[in-house]
């Protein structure tokens, strides 16, 4: 099945980034490279070569610093949720990975993911709140902002190596890897040195950035999140269905799909449910489903994630989505209300806005 190469070869990184072992090693002289061009854009920021701009909104920005899927949009999600409980106006940012087009658009529900990307659109369809994809943040954030000029929070899926967009508040988010073996791209998982120097010309301040972390076993300190599935499966028309009677006598063989940067993760907690698997897929990220043999598994309940179900509905459409439910620690709520409202206190006794740096 296309795809299956790659899913091989990111399995076979994501091992080889926990130690210093050969693979690693050989790949070492790459990563100086990459240090290279890492520092070098940074500096052309510092030294003002190249410029960080700001928005008439206070600028979140959800990422990571190593590859691969860590909780990222989960934690977007979460954290919109949130924030409209307390009544902001919030408006989601995203380049939109994987999307065949680099127009600047509006994501609305029923846009066709391979215009938005999955994860942008997954993120509208839960949020209801506004959401922009475009090949740079400030033009998506440029255009919500047209768009929707009462939103007073901009949440930037990803982006914390965007240095373009001036951010007023960071999180960065780690799963049980940790960072690794330490050492950046390739022989190594990070996209840029950790801990890292922060870039003041584009907002980075350690007191504006929060480290969470939503594995098992955090590698160091920060704030914890826990990931656990619903104990139901949506279908497309959005009923629902219990995870356990996909388990009763006379039930189809449940085959689970994964199309993320982990997929092991998502069959982990299937089985910690009980959700008895017949079978498991393991597919390549932001798989696109195209090409995907429904008829092999017709005899199968097909189940999937939430953000696979978009593509994967064009093409089952009987096939299951099982949500996740995102628990951040209450000290981590606590911490970043306070700094939001610091931030909001500040930019409403500001009498000149945000200007371009």
Same mark, same amino acid.
């Given at each position: 099945?296309?795809?299956?190469?790659?899913?091989?070869?990111?399995?076979?990184?994501?091992?080889?980034?926990?130690?210093?072992?050969? %693979?690693?090693?050989?790949?070492?002289?790459?990563?100086?490279?990459?240090?290279?061009?890492?520092?070098?854009?940074?500096?052309?920021?510092?030294?003002? /070569?190249?410029?960080?701009?700001?928005?008439?909104?206070?600028? %979140?920005?959800?990422?990571?610093? %190593?590859?691969?899927? =860590?909780?990222?949009?989960?934690?977007?999600?979460?954290?919109?949720?949130?924030?409209?409980?307390?009544?902001?106006?919030?408006?989601?940012?995203?380049?939109?990975?994987?999307?065949?087009?680099?127009?600047?658009?509006? %994501?609305?529900?029923?846009?066709?993911?391979?215009?938005?990307?999955?994860?942008?659109?997954?993120?509208?369809?839960?949020?209801?709140? #506004?959401?922009?994809?475009?090949?740079?943040?400030?033009?998506?954030?440029? =255009?919500?902002?047209?768009?929707? $000029?009462?939103?007073?929070?901009?949440?930037?899926?990803?982006?914390?190596?965007?240095?373009?967009?001036?951010?007023?508040?960071?999180?960065?988010?780690?799963?049980?890897?940790?960072?690794?073996?330490?050492?950046?791209?390739?022989?190594?998982?990070?996209?840029?040195?950790? #801990?890292?120097? $922060?870039?003041?010309?584009?907002?980075?301040?350690?007191?504006?950035?929060?480290?969470?972390?939503?594995?098992?076993?955090?590698?160091?300190?920060?704030?914890?999140?826990?990931?656990?599935?619903?104990?139901?499966?949506?279908?497309?028309?959005?009923?629902?269905?219990?995870?356990?009677?996909?388990?009763?006598? +006379?039930?189809?063989?449940?085959?689970?799909?994964?199309?993320?940067?982990?997929?092991?993760?998502?069959?982990?907690?299937?089985?910690?449910?009980?959700?008895?698997?017949?079978?498991?897929? =393991?597919?390549?990220?932001?798989?696109?489903?195209?090409?995907?043999?429904?008829?092999?598994?017709? +005899?199968?309940?097909?189940?999937?994630?939430?953000?696979?179900?978009?593509? /994967?509905?064009?093409?089952?459409?009987?096939?299951?989505?099982?949500?996740?439910?995102?628990? $951040?620690?209450?000290?981590?709520?606590?911490?970043?209300?306070?700094?939001?409202?610091?931030?909001?206190?500040?930019?409403?006794?500001?009498?000149?806005?945000?200007?371009?740096?």
């Amino acid at each position: 099945m296309g795809g299956t190469w790659r899913q091989t070869l990111q399995g076979a990184l994501l091992r080889a980034w926990l130690s210093r072992g050969l %693979v690693a090693c050989l790949l070492y002289p790459v990563s100086l490279l990459f240090w290279a061009l890492v520092w070098t854009r940074r500096q052309m920021y510092a030294w003002s /070569l190249l410029k960080t701009q700001r928005v008439e909104a206070l600028v %979140v920005v959800v990422g990571n610093v %190593v590859a691969g899927g =860590a909780g990222k949009t989960p934690t977007v999600m979460a954290l919109v949720q949130h924030l409209q409980l307390q009544g902001y106006q919030v408006g989601v940012i995203s380049r939109g990975y994987g999307r065949t087009n680099a127009a600047c658009i509006e %994501v609305l529900p029923e846009s066709p993911p391979q215009d938005t990307g999955d994860e942008p659109l997954l993120i509208r369809r839960t949020t209801q709140a #506004p959401v922009f994809v475009g090949s740079t943040r400030i033009e998506a954030a440029s =255009a919500l902002l047209r768009r929707h $000029p009462l939103t007073q929070i901009i949440v930037c899926d990803d982006g914390l190596q965007h240095y373009s967009l001036y951010r007023d508040l960071e999180i960065c988010v780690f799963d049980d890897r940790g960072y690794g073996n330490g050492w950046l791209l390739p022989a190594g998982p990070l996209r840029e040195p950790w #801990p890292r120097k $922060p870039l003041a010309q584009a907002g980075q301040d350690s007191e504006r950035l929060l480290v969470l972390h939503t594995g098992n076993l955090p590698a160091f300190v920060g704030f914890t999140a826990q990931r656990t599935l619903a104990p139901f499966a949506k279908r497309k028309d959005g009923t629902t269905i219990a995870l356990s009677a996909l388990g009763e006598p +006379g039930a189809k063989p449940v085959l689970a799909v994964a199309g993320i940067a982990q997929p092991e993760s998502f069959f982990s907690m299937l089985r910690a449910c009980q959700v008895p698997l017949a079978k498991t897929l =393991a597919l390549a990220d932001h798989y696109d489903f195209d090409s995907f043999p429904r008829n092999v598994y017709e +005899g199968y309940t097909i189940i999937c994630t939430e953000k696979d179900a978009a593509k /994967l509905w064009s093409v089952v459409p009987d096939a299951l989505a099982i949500p996740l439910v995102f628990l $951040p620690q209450r000290g981590f709520i606590a911490t970043f209300d306070a700094r939001i409202s610091e931030l909001m206190a500040k930019k409403l006794s500001s009498t000149h806005g945000h200007k371009t740096t």
